[in-house]
Structures are given as C-alpha cells and as structure tokens.
C-alpha cells in the first residue's frame, strides 16, 4: 500500500519523536526482497513470482521423468525401433519399488512397455534381455529390456 502512495507522487507521513517528515519516493532506498520459496522477476512495472518449493508429487515425477529417459536411452542404444513393444525389468531399493508401482502405468505407456516386472539378480533375466545399471537422482536402478513378444 505505501509503495502505491509513493508510485502515484505522493508522500507518506512519518512520525519521529513528534517530528513529522513527509517523505516521496525518492527519500527511500527501494529493493525487492521475494518471499521465502519464490523467485521473482519485475519487468515495466509487472512482477512475476514463483514458488520454487518442490512438492512430494513433484519430485516424484522428477524421478519419472528420469527414468523414462533413462529407458528410452536404453531402447535407442538396443537398436529398437520407435514402435517396438518392450518387456521392461526393473531393479530397485524399496523407495523406489514403491514409486515404479504407482506410477506403472504412466511408465509403461511412455516406453511402451507391453510389461514390467521387479527382479532383484540378474539370474532372474531372461537370457536375451539387456540391462544397465543407472543412477537416478541419486538413487541405484537397474532396467533390462527385450523385445515383447505382446503387440
């Protein structure tokens, strides 16, 4: 409110022991300080503020997000071509377990995996699948692909 008083040329009233000072714009050293967990950009008179605090369904589509590249990366490096079907295997700590399954769907459909199934050693792959050991966020998984054999 007090910097609207001072952007249309007006003063404000400041009282200082009994002394009144009437103070424009001008008398003040003006910086914009942003709120805690926003960044702010001002431009022409406009500001622009946004929250930068991440929510927990937030980071966790981070981790999605890195996961579907991590496997499309894979399914390049196969040599698989854009429409093939896939049996995606996924190995993971419990956090990440958990976070593969509520998201399965979502997953599944970005590769286009015909099928996902944890596994926990590389025995338990079948023969042709190829895997790759990948850092997510800080987090260790493991995806082996083949060829799905569903359309």
């Given at each position: 409110a007090t910097m609207d008083i001072l952007r249309r040329g007006e003063t404000v009233?400041?009282?200082?022991?009994?002394?009144?000072?009437?103070?424009?714009?001008e008398d003040f050293l003006?910086?914009?300080?942003?709120?805690?967990?926003?960044?702010?950009?001002?431009?022409?008179?406009?500001?622009?503020?946004?929250q930068t605090e991440l929510s927990d369904e937030l980071i966790e589509e981070g981790f999605v997000r890195e996961i579907v590249s991590k496997v499309q990366s894979m399914r390049r490096d196969i040599d698989f071509?854009?429409?093939?079907?896939?049996?995606?295997?996924?190995?993971?700590?419990?956090k990440m377990t958990n976070l593969v399954e509520r998201?399965?769907?979502?997953?599944?459909?970005?590769?286009?995996?015909?099928?996902?199934?944890?596994?926990?050693?590389?025995?338990?792959?079948?023969?042709?699948?190829?895997?790759?050991?990948?850092?997510?966020?800080?987090?260790?998984?493991?995806f082996a692909l083949r060829r799905s054999e569903q359309k």
């Open positions: 009233a400041l009282d200082v022991d009994g002394t009144v000072y009437d103070l424009a714009e003006i910086s914009e300080v942003p709120a805690t967990g926003y960044v702010t950009e001002s431009e022409a008179g406009l500001t622009v503020a946004l071509e854009v429409t093939d079907r896939v049996a995606l295997y996924v190995a993971a700590n419990k998201w399965q769907d979502k997953i599944c459909e970005e590769v286009l995996a015909a099928s996902l199934t944890f596994f926990s050693k590389e025995e338990e792959l079948p023969q042709d699948a190829q895997s790759k050991d990948w850092d997510i966020n800080g987090e260790a998984m493991t």
